[in-house]
């Protein structure tokens, strides 16, 4: 029997040479834009950023939904300015998809990079934490590193009577 040792692109330590990171509107995104730029690799390393607008299955998936490329093209233009004061070699994209972490790993895979970095606020679903179901697809699918930058728990949710 033999055994083939798997070999990462990356050791441990290296420096990445491009990230995508998927925003969506949320406070965490320019969290997310800068812990990636400074993931990245300072001389030939790429940035992308993607803002997916979500289209209904009973639109086309190319029908024109002003209010929503508006506001995408506003929060990549903002998530832009983050990534210039790293100078980071930056493409930003608006793509409409049915769903967002499927066209967030093609994209990944299309692209072919180092990683991907979300960032997620933190949100309650029926008095829980929760990720959604954006992030444990893309967790589950990605072909490559996968970065989590969570907010805070907002300080109205903290319990101070908390022991670990």
Known sequence: MTTKKRTRKHAKNSPLTSILVAVTGETSDETAVRFACELLDEQHSKLYILYIIEVEMTLPIDAEISTST?????????????????????????????????????????????????????????????IGNIAPYILENAPCRVFLEREPIPSKLINNSFTP
């Not at 995408?72 to 994209?93: F, H, N, P, R, V």
């Not at 409409?96 to 972490?101: I, M, T, V």
């Open 70 to 130: 508006a506001r995408g093209e506003e929060i990549l233009d903002q998530m832009e300015d983050i990534s210039k004061i790293y100078k980071c070699e930056t493409q930003a994209e608006l793509l409409q998809s049915r769903r967002s972490g499927l066209a967030i790993v093609q994209e990944s895979v299309d692209k072919q990079v180092d990683a991907i970095v979300l960032g997620i606020p933190y949100q309650e679903m029926y008095g829980s934490f929760s």
